[in-house]
């Protein structure tokens, strides 16, 4: 079980269906969040880049 950053929604998630690094959208909210710990479950919010941003790179 893990709770989203973003609306602290409880999500239906085991660790053992989950990869590091997978990116998951929140049922609730739609917020996009990135597994960065299988054991314990953690997830973080992805944040969004502007084209423009990735542009000046």
């Not at 709770?3 to 269906?17: K, T």
């Amino acid at each position: 079980m893990a709770v989203c950053p973003e609306c602290e929604a409880s999500l239906d998630i085991e660790a053992e269906d989950v990869e590091e690094g997978q990116v998951l959208d929140c049922p609730e909210c739609g917020a996009e969040l990135e597994v960065v710990s299988t054991h314990p479950l953690e997830l973080n919010l992805l944040e969004e880049r502007d084209d423009e941003e990735e542009e000046e790179i």
